[in-house]
């Protein structure tokens, strides 16, 4: 177990409105905080890492949900973060059952802080040190920015170098900004070894040799966004 205060997970008709529903597993997930006064200072790393550059993530989120509410003819629900990091980590290849899965955020500032169309949204307040518990297993959750003249690209690339270097981790899911760099980042994840899987997901494949598996981050997001097959 990871240093989550309490985790649980029960079916839907026995929760409270206010409650977050899953799609992904037909359970309520509820996110709980983290116990703050035992974590370490440096978060040890889990088995199961996913990097994702979070302004990246809710411009992509907010130009899929504009554009096929177009092409389905009807307004697109928020998506429910729990169910998009299912969808992702199931595309990742990570198998249903008890596994640790960490999810860190990199975003620069107040305004890239909000989700648009992602509930919760704010990293700051609803998201950072916050847990969920599904089918997967326990999804830990981190927000982290910049400091001082230090950019997103900066600390993403920092963050994947250590996450790369782990000893600890096995499975790695990176989801880096594909205009500004993800070109560098497939240059680190292409050095990793010794791990049982390595993904890259964005909208487009890498223009480089990439030498681990690619997944497209569109499939998850209109899962997530209650866009059904037979719509498209």
Same mark, same amino acid.
């Given at each position: 177990?990871?240093? %989550?205060?309490?985790? $649980?997970?029960? @079916? %839907?008709?026995?929760?409270?409105?206010?409650?977050?529903?899953? @799609?992904? /597993?037909?359970?309520?997930?509820?996110?709980?905080?983290?116990?703050?006064?035992?974590?370490?200072?440096?978060?040890?790393?889990?088995?199961?890492?996913?990097?994702?550059?979070?302004?990246?993530?809710? $411009?992509?989120?907010?130009?899929? =949900? *504009?554009?096929?509410?177009?092409?389905?003819? $009807?307004?697109?629900?928020?998506?429910?973060?729990?169910?998009?990091?299912?969808?992702?980590?199931?595309? =990742? *290849?990570? #198998?249903? *059952?008890?596994?640790?899965?960490?999810?860190?955020?990199?975003?620069?500032?107040?305004?890239?802080?909000?989700?648009? !169309?992602?509930?919760?949204?704010?990293?700051?307040?609803?998201?950072?040190?916050?847990?969920?518990?599904?089918?997967? *297993?326990?999804?830990?959750?981190?927000?982290?920015?910049?400091?001082?003249?230090?950019? &997103?690209?900066?600390?993403?690339?920092?963050? +994947?170098?250590? @996450?790369?270097?782990?000893?600890? !981790?096995?499975?790695?899911? =990176?989801? #880096?900004?594909?205009?500004?760099?993800?070109?560098?980042?497939?240059?680190?994840?292409?050095?990793?070894?010794?791990?049982?899987?390595? !993904?890259?997901?964005?909208? /487009?494949?890498?223009?480089?040799?990439?030498?681990?598996?690619?997944? &497209?981050?569109?499939?998850?997001? +209109?899962?997530?966004?209650?866009?059904? #097959?037979?719509?498209?």
């Amino acid at each position: 177990m990871s240093n %989550c205060q309490i985790i $649980r997970s029960v @079916v %839907c008709k026995n929760v409270a409105n206010s409650e977050k529903k899953s @799609v992904a /597993n037909d359970y309520f997930l509820i996110f709980m905080p983290l116990n703050k006064n035992n974590m370490e200072k440096q978060v040890k790393f889990a088995p199961n890492v996913m990097l994702l550059d979070a302004s990246f993530l809710d $411009r992509v989120s907010t130009d899929i =949900a *504009g554009h096929f509410s177009q092409v389905i003819g $009807r307004e697109l629900a928020q998506a429910q973060l729990a169910d998009l990091l299912e969808y992702m980590a199931l595309d =990742a *290849g990570i #198998p249903v *059952g008890e596994n640790e899965v960490q999810v860190f955020f990199i975003y620069n500032g107040k305004a890239s802080a909000q989700f648009h !169309v992602l509930v919760p949204a704010s990293l700051e307040s609803e998201i950072d040190g916050k847990a969920f518990k599904g089918k997967l *297993g326990e999804f830990s959750l981190y927000a982290y920015q910049p400091l001082d003249m230090a950019t &997103t690209e900066d600390l993403f690339l920092e963050t +994947l170098e250590l @996450v790369i270097d782990s000893k600890e !981790v096995k499975h790695i899911t =990176a989801v #880096p900004d594909e205009k500004q760099y993800a070109e560098k980042a497939v240059a680190l994840l292409n050095k990793a070894e010794k791990k049982d899987a390595v !993904v890259l997901m964005g909208m /487009n494949p890498p223009v480089t040799e990439f030498s681990h598996r690619f997944e &497209t981050l569109g499939f998850p997001l +209109l899962q997530a966004l209650g866009v059904r #097959p037979d719509e498209l």
